[in-house]
Every structure is written in C-alpha cells, then in structure tokens.
C-alpha cells in the first residue's frame, strides 16, 4: 500500500522557520508547500492540507479571510509570530486559529506541534 503524504501549507518568510518546518515535516512523513498570498492558500485548499501554518510577520492583505476559508474547509489553522506583538496573536485568534504561539514556542515545541496535527490527521488520497 502507498504512503499518503500529509500536507502543509505554509506563508512563512523567515527561511530558517520553512527550512526547519520542512525537516519536521518530512520526518513526520510530510512534505511542505511554501505559499505567499492569501490567493495562493485558497487555491490550494482543495488539496486538503493537514495543517495551514501562518507566519504573523508575513501575511498580508486579507489573511483573515484566508482563516476562515480553511476553518470551513476543515484544515487547522496554526499562527506564530514575535511574542511582543500582542495585536498580531490577538488578530489570528479572533479570526479563527487553532493555535498561536510565539516564534520561541513554535521553534522549541515544532515537532510536538506538527505531530499533534499530521499524526490526527486523515490520509490524503
């Protein structure tokens, strides 16, 4: 029987996060796609993601939205950015996160956190 991979979608524009968010992924028998703009998420929802990962210093324009469209579309939705920028947690869970931690959390407890969304989540056909 193939190996469903499991899929995560990520707006992240620090290079040492999508480097280090890949290997965990993989690791977990994942793979990441590295996306850019709130159009690009929504178009690749049909592929039903395990996990929408957002970098808070990254998103822009309607990202809010762009939560909400994965929320309906059942894909967990998790957040991180610089622990001082209250407005930017507060932003993401108002508009839906599962999650949102800071970046020393997302660093320190990543394997935790990706396990916690790709092992409950459903193969992929």
Known sequence: MEKAVKTVLAWVSNLMFSVRIGEVANALGGHVILVSSSE?????LEIHPSLLIL?????TGDWQQTVARAKETGVPVL??????????REAAEAAGCDEVVANSKLSLDLPKLLTKYLTNAPASH
């Open 55 to 59: 970098d808070l210093t990254a998103v």
């Open 79 to 88: 957040a991180y950015g610089p622990h001082v920028n209250v407005e930017a």
């Open 40 to 44: 690009e998420i929504v178009d690749k």
